[in-house]
């Protein structure tokens, strides 16, 4: 499966983003898609995840309230829809395909495909 995550950008803290990421290939192996993200120097974290037929989603709970991931069946398109930005927000965020499923979501191991990662600044 091949990722391609976009959206990613500059914006002021209290403002809203919206990534995508495109699927392509054997999308048909795809049981979860999660968001991840990286802040310099620090460790990658689970932010949200949903099922591939987008009937289940996940988030961690910094994410939960404000992040929303849904997803378009027909586009094999996930996107994350971010509100309430926070300067914490800042990291690069990747979209990530797992095939397992009965996987722990909230777990890098669990996905064997990662997009390229979007850069999100929020600004103060």
């Known amino acids: 499966v091949q990722l391609q995550a976009s959206g990613g950008g500059l914006v002021q803290a209290g403002g809203s983003l919206r990534l995508s990421c495109a699927a392509s290939?054997?999308?048909?192996?795809?049981?979860?898609m999660g968001w991840f993200r990286q802040a310099p120097g620090k460790e990658r974290e689970f932010v949200a995840a949903?099922?591939?037929?987008?009937?289940?989603?996940y988030y961690s709970g910094s994410a939960r309230g404000r992040f929303t991931s849904s997803r378009d069946n027909a586009k094999n398109m996930v996107y994350l829809q971010m509100n309430s930005l926070k300067p914490d927000d800042t990291a690069v965020y990747y979209c990530?395909?797992?095939?397992?499923?009965?996987?722990?979501?909230?777990?890098?191991?669990?996905?064997?495909?990662w997009g390229q990662g979007t850069q999100v600044t929020v600004s103060r």
């Open positions: 949903i099922t591939w037929r987008g009937d289940s989603t």
């Open positions: 290939g054997r999308t048909s192996s795809i049981y979860n």
């Open positions: 990530a395909a797992s095939s397992r499923r009965y996987g722990r979501v909230v777990s890098d191991l669990e996905y064997e495909d």
